[in-house]
Nanobody, 126 residues
Framework: QVQVVESGGGLVQAGGSLRLSCSASGLTFAAYAMGWFRQAPGKEREGISCISLNGVYTSYTDSVKGRFAISRDNAKKTLYLQMNFLKAEDTAMYYC???????????????????WGQGTQVTVSS
């Protein structure tokens, strides 16, 4: 049984930082591309970042480039998202997802991901 679990969300002031973590079990972690997504109230879920199997390839949506950094530790079966210079518009539920679709690279398209976590809330106060 595959389980994907996010952690690290919380309340932070604008300009602050948070580090999200995502652990995955029940799958061969190193064989899955991983991604971070977010969904704000009344908005569609968006792919904000993804990382390839070996971590060499990463992709970011424009709104987080230069502020967020995705990384993974295959030995620990854990995905990370370092979020710096947070803004009020970053407030959302953040989700982690895994897919075996890609042998190299990744895509932030929401429909291409197989396993999802329950999400962790990030709230940025202005």
């Amino acid at each position: 049984q595959v389980q994907v679990v996010e952690s690290g969300g919380g309340l932070v002031q604008a300009g602050g930082s948070l580090r999200l973590s995502c652990s995955a079990s029940g799958l061969t972690f190193a064989a899955y591309a991983m991604g971070w997504f977010r969904q704000a109230p009344g908005k569609e879920r968006e792919g904000i970042s993804c990382i390839s199997l070996n971590g060499v390839y990463t992709s970011y949506t424009d709104s987080v480039k230069g502020r967020f950094a995705i990384s993974r530790d295959n030995a620990k079966k854990t995905l990370y998202l370092q979020m710096n210079f947070l803004k009020a518009e970053d407030t959302a539920m953040y989700y982690c997802a895994a897919t075996s679709r890609y042998t190299s690279g990744c895509s932030r398209a929401v429909n291409y991901w197989d396993y999802w976590g329950q999400g962790t809330q990030v709230t940025v106060s202005s």
